[in-house]
């Protein structure tokens, strides 16, 4: 792509007007044979180049952590992207406390589609980025990094989720929820206690209070980390023991769609991540896409909690793996 038409296309994805990089082409499921009475939907199709540009958004606001500018200016972002968008927008303030005892001014920031309908669906992400590249080398371990895949990718896809919801509603109603200071874990070099309960802090504070009362949802997906490049996704254990009908549900459209090479069959580790939070706070089943590796010593990408999580290390392909399996399950849900 040459400079003009880049720019072009930035300014197309950032306005969220049409882009010239993707069409309107729509996938069809496959003809029913006779036998099988299947009802025929029309999945729009996910546009990595908009997903993409919306990442990279994020990321040049600079890092996300909370009580910085950057934060605050990315939440006002989110906001108004997702009100464009025409969704009905609920932000959550909340001062949560870190492992350290600091207060972290956090918001988490929701978007509802069909805000009437009861059968729901919850997709979820996290949009703050972590203060300290504890895996790095030492002499980095307390700068904050770009979190390109860890946080901005998965908002980047729902982000292009819902651009595809306003021209196409779902027969069922949407929740794209953002969750805040999810990255606020103790650092390694942290001497205290290292609990499970110090990260995922927006998602705990949503869990016991939800955007709307009583929230309900049918299933939820987390996507954390959706955009590295040779991304894996493996069956996570808490998923695959509290939300294995809809983990199977997904993997499955994965196959159909011809993303295997991303959607591996397989058991991989278990994560503390938002998803436990939704699912002991709300019962909402919710399967977490997380690119899990299991050869390289940290069990996530190489870039994981570097200052190499960067847009450098973000795959178009790997974003439209993720966003059109997101996006085939959610149109096929009656
Ligand atoms: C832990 O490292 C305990 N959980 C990983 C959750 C996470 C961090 N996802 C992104 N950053
Ligand atoms: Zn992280």
Sequence with gaps: MNAIRHLLFATAALAGTALLSCGNTSTKAAAPDAAEEKVKVNVPAFCADSAYAYTARQVAFGPRVPN???????????????????????????DLVAYDGTL?????????????????????????????????????HRTAIDGAND????????????RQLQQQPTSLGIDLVFFDAEDYGAPDFHDGPHKSEYWCLGSQYWGRIPHTPDYKARFGILLDMVGGSNATFFYEGYSQRTANKAMKKIWKAAQQLGY????????????????VFVHQYRQIPCVDIIDYNPNSG???????????????????????????????????EQ
């Design 68 to 94: 910085s500018a950057a934060h605050r200016q990315c939440g006002d972002y989110l906001v108004a992207q997702l009100e464009a968008f025409g969704a009905k927008v609920y932000t959550q303030q909340a």
């Design 104 to 140: 972290l001014k956090s918001r988490n920031i929701i978007g509802a589609y069909r805000p009437e309908a009861v059968k729901r669906i919850l997709l979820c992400a996290h949009w703050d980025s972590r203060p300290y590249a504890d895996q790095d080398e030492e002499k980095h």
């Design 151 to 162: 946080g901005a990718s998965g908002v980047g896809v729902l982000l292009e989720i819902a």
């Design 260 to 275: 295997g090479r991303y959607f591996l069959q397989q058991d991989g580790g278990e994560v503390t991540d938002d998803h």
């Design 298 to 332: 940290t069990g996530f990408n190489p870039t994981w909690h570097t200052l190499d999580d960067t847009m450098e290390h973000i795959d178009k392909g790997t974003l439209q793996a993720v966003g059109q399996t997101v996006l085939h399950v959610i149109y096929n």
